[in-house]
């Protein structure tokens, strides 16, 4: 394996800089590395059905939004290893429910409900719901079979826009047909705009974010930066 290369930058005050080439390092080991840099990232708590009607929901920290127009949203799914041969890698319920019927719902994760969504990482039996695991209430949706999680401050039902296939992982693609938001972050209509949410306002309501491991954020200290070429 190649020795990482110390360089020195140019500049002032001068920092040393490790560089180190990404070929170098064993799978395992850039998924730490990245896991540990890319933060704070937010949290798809993701629920889908199986063809027998059990429900799952697990929380995905690889997610973001991938376009507002059309509205869609995306997270990357990683195998899960065998309990008893950590070599083998499965999918995951999450993965094998939405390639069997295109639907799931991404419910935001506020900080009330922290415990719970730690929770619902944990291995359980196929089949079993981690909604009952983590004693949290399903609430029907209107468009999509998945339920959504009672408590969020806002739920997007999304159907299946595209899968793609990078490495172990899937990175999954969902069109947002119905989205559900918690009256108390909802600010109504607000110039042009019909619907207008503040989940700042309260701290309860507010979002976590993943770090490393097992380290989670919580929204505190939040400052305004203006740009002078807007929007503002």
């Not at 020795?3 to 500049?11: K, L, N």
Request: aromatic fraction near 6%; include cysteine; hydrophobic fraction near 40%.
């Amino acid at each position: 394996m190649t020795s990482p290369q110390r360089e020195i930058e140019t500049g002032s005050p001068t920092r040393p800089v490790v560089s180190i080439e990404a070929s170098a390092m064993a799978p395992s080991e850039m998924y730490v590395f990245l896991r540990d840099s890319v933060m704070p990232r937010p949290i798809a708590w993701v629920s889908t059905v199986n063809g027998e009607g059990n429900t799952n929901l697990a929380p995905f920290s690889f997610f973001n939004v991938v376009s507002p127009y059309p509205p869609v949203l995306g997270f990357s799914c990683g195998p899960r290893s065998d309990n008893h041969n950590a070599a083998v890698r499965l999918p995951k319920d999450t993965l094998l429910n939405i390639r069997a019927n295109g639907e799931f719902v991404v419910n935001l994760a506020p900080e009330r409900l922290m415990d719970e969504m730690v929770m619902t990482s944990d291995t359980l039996p196929h089949g079993q719901s981690e909604f009952a695991h983590a004693g949290l209430v399903e609430i029907a949706s209107t468009a999509v079979r998945p339920p959504r999680v009672q408590g969020v401050p806002v739920a997007f039902e999304c159907r299946l826009y595209d899968m793609l296939e990078v490495g172990v992982n899937v990175w999954i693609m969902g069109t947002v047909v119905q989205i559900h938001v918690d009256a108390a972050v909802h600010l109504g209509a607000q110039g042009a705009h019909k619907h207008r949410i503040d989940l700042l306002a309260s701290t309860e309501d507010r979002p976590v974010g993943r770090l490393g491991r097992a380290n989670y954020v919580r929204l505190r200290e939040i400052e305004t930066r203006m740009r002078k070429d807007g929007p503002n």
